[in-house]
T-cell receptor
Framework: SQELEQSPQSLIVQEGKNLTINCTSSKTLYGLYWYKQKYGEGLIFLMMLQKGGEEKSHEKITAKLDEKKQQSSLHITASQPSHAGIYLCGADEGAQKLVFGQGTRLTINP | NAGVMQNPRHLVRRRGQEARLRCSPMKGHSHVYWYRQLPEEGLKFMVYLQKENIIDESGMPKERFSAEFPKEGPSILRIQQVVRGDSAAYFC?????????????FGEGSWLTVV
């Protein structure tokens, strides 16, 4: 079955700094989802990527799927305290059954 | 436009009791998924249902766990004779269809604590 490796596992950045989270798959990605989770809360949908080379942005968050469709990156520009949380990437294994990475815990220091 | 609604948000059960978790998908969504997030572990797929049908239950424990999505009403995840190891966050998700490329929305989760 497909496995997703996220890096780093945790990240502490100063407010205003840029950061990148990576998600690497053991197999070709046919649908890659990014979610954000705050501790004790649900998952907030951020973006979904399908095509190799595809890039999507929402506010200050940009996600990209590489050409070979085995890695995705999530980039946050000028980070804010509201960006703090756990970022999860999920790969569609078929019929929208998602397998998730272990998550990246992001802390923003003021 | 209401999102995926789960209840209860928090549930405490004694060992041996039953837990019932409910999920109402987003309006217009007929596909429901249940995931479990154990403490310090990732989110794991449990079961995929459409109305009145179980499509994929490959992630469901073989015993004590069952799920349904009746023609009317919410989807129910039922855990019989709960044990401490069942303590986890259970998330429901929904999508409009089952094909690749659809946005999958998650609910706020139901946190089960077994004492």
């Amino acid at each position: 079955s497909q496995e997703l490796e996220q890096s780093p596992q945790s990240l502490i950045v100063q407010e205003g700094k840029n950061l990148t989270i990576n998600c690497t798959s053991s197999k070709t990605l046919y649908g890659l989802y990014w979610y954000k989770q705050k501790y004790g809360e649900g998952l907030i949908f951020l973006m979904m990527l399908q095509k190799g080379g595809e890039e999507k942005s929402h506010e200050k968050i940009t996600a990209k799927l590489d050409e070979k469709k085995q890695q995705s990156s999530l980039h946050i520009t000028a980070s804010q305290p509201s960006h703090a949380g756990i970022y999860l990437c999920g790969a569609d294994e078929g019929a929208q059954k998602l397998v998730f990475g272990q998550g990246t815990r992001l802390t923003i220091n003021p | 436009n209401a999102g995926v609604m789960q209840n209860p948000r928090h549930l405490v059960r004694r060992r041996g009791q039953e837990a019932r978790l409910r999920c109402s998908p987003m309006k217009g969504h007929s596909h429901v998924y249940w995931y479990r997030q154990l403490p310090e572990e990732g989110l794991k797929f449990m079961v995929y249902l459409q109305k009145e049908n179980i499509i994929d239950e490959s992630g469901m424990p073989k015993e004590r766990f069952s799920a349904e999505f009746p023609k009317e009403g919410p989807s129910i995840l039922r855990i019989q004779q709960v044990v401490r190891g069942d303590s986890a966050a259970y998330f429901c998700a929904s999508s409009p269809t089952g094909g690749i490329g659809n946005t999958i929305y998650f609910g706020e989760g139901s946190w089960l604590t077994v004492v």
